[in-house]
């Protein structure tokens, strides 16, 4: 054997020792910038709690889709349908909101959110009458415990009634204002 292939031989043990101690590799450093993968074997968290979660801090797009991956993993239920449709409300996604929210009532285990988000709906376009007869089912299934619906619901009919209703009126905007979870108010902007 000549020489260097014997210092060869000699320095391949020392070579695999050293790249054992050491601290690079595949793994991720705890400086990465990156966001650590997945953990094999972990069950993931509830995409609905985390877009709840989500929700309250006003992240309605990064909602959205915690929103859609519950979607994928639950089905589309009455719960998952609600939420879609409370982010949508909170992009300013009416239209999509609204549809979302009129599956979500026609389940049987609609919440009395999802009613009162809908009615929110119609409130901010002008709907008034159809509005009050879904913040009336709201208030219904809610067993009148919400103050939130309660408020919606008399401006729904107050405004429904208000045979009155001039240009002054027209003009005056509403702001949805989300309390709790999923569920949002209406308060007029000064």
Known sequence: MT????????????????AACSTGGLGASKDSPYAPGRKAGVEAVDGLLVGHRLMDAGEYELALRAFT???AAQGMTVDVLSALGSAN???????????LLRRAIEEDDAVPEAWNNLGVILMERGEFAEAAQIFQQAYALDDGQSDSIRDN???ALAKSENSDYTES????????????SSDFLIRSIP
């Open 69 to 71: 991956r519950a979607a």
């Open 153 to 155: 619901l008399r401006l």
């Open 3 to 18: 020489h260097r292939r014997f210092e060869l031989l000699l320095a391949t043990p020392l070579l695999f020792a050293l």
């Open 89 to 99: 409300i909170g992009l300013g996604r009416l239209g999509q909101a609204e549809k």
């Open 169 to 180: 009126n027209e003009e005056q905007k509403y702001k949805l204002v989300r309390r709790g």
